[in-house]
């Protein structure tokens, strides 16, 4: 399915260190998008990969894309305890709709 | 702030009752979706449309769910008939939805609808 599949589904580490999570998904896409959610709240957009980007850099989010493996991975640098969310990746190809993980569920502890 | 708003925020209702919920998308995004989510679980895809034209509707959404965009700008969401496991935070998303186009989507805060 194009679904994508978040591992760990929990992450605890303390505030400084680094946070990776991976996404693996099953079909073709024409893009990966990551997106953060605070508990409650909507989904806020980080940042989208291209199939034919291997890496891309957003302030301390680093995104690397393999389609030859169809995985995705999200690094946060030198992580806040305002990082504390659900991260969920969406594989995305064509129709419009985007469909979720359980997502990982971040804490970062001061 | 993503500028796609949603009203009301929250929602408390009686099985039984019907409850209806507006979406007011960026107003340049051509295209505006509805997803579900249940607590600990990612959202699930309900339906989206371009403009005004509903183009897909997920098995998920029963007969007594429909949803409007009548003059392809807000949208509303109404259930019909609530009953407990209705109960969830339903979000709103809309993009440009252009050909070719990524498709990324802004998300709206969410409403949340509690049914007893």
């Known amino acids: 399915s194009q679904q994508g599949e978040e591992d760990p589904q929990a992450l605890s580490i303390q505030e400084g260190e680094n946070a990776t999570m991976n996404c693996s998904y099953k079909t073709s896409i024409n893009n990966l998008q990551w997106y953060r959610q605070n508990s409650g709240r909507g989904l806020v957009h980080l940042i989208l990969?291209?199939?034919?980007?291997r890496e891309k850099h957003s302030g301390r989010l680093r995104v690397t894309l393999d389609t030859s493996k169809k995985s995705s991975s999200l690094l946060i640098t030198a992580s806040r305890a305002a990082d504390t969310a659900s991260y969920f990746c969406a594989p995305y190809n064509q129709g419009g709709k985007l469909i979720f993980g359980q997502g990982t569920e971040l804490s970062v502890k001061p | 702030d993503t500028g796609v708003s949603q009203d009301p925020r929250h929602k408390i209702t009686k099985r039984g009752q019907n409850v209806t919920f507006r979406c007011d998308p960026i107003s340049e995004h051509n295209r505006l979706y509805w997803y579900r989510q249940t607590l600990g679980q990612g959202p699930e895809f309900l339906t989206y449309?371009?403009?005004?034209?509903?183009?897909?509707k997920s098995r998920l959404l029963s007969d007594r769910f429909s949803a409007e965009r009548p003059k392809g700008s807000f949208s509303t969401l109404e259930i019909q008939r609530t009953e407990q496991g209705d109960s969830a935070m339903y979000l709103c998303?809309?993009?440009?939805?252009?050909?070719?186009?990524?498709?990324?989507?802004?998300f709206g805060p969410g409403t949340r609808l509690t049914v007893l």
């Open positions: 998303a809309s993009s440009l939805g252009l050909a070719g186009g990524q498709n990324e989507q802004f």
């Open positions: 449309f371009q403009n005004e034209a509903q183009l897909e």
């Open positions: 990969i291209r199939s034919n980007e």
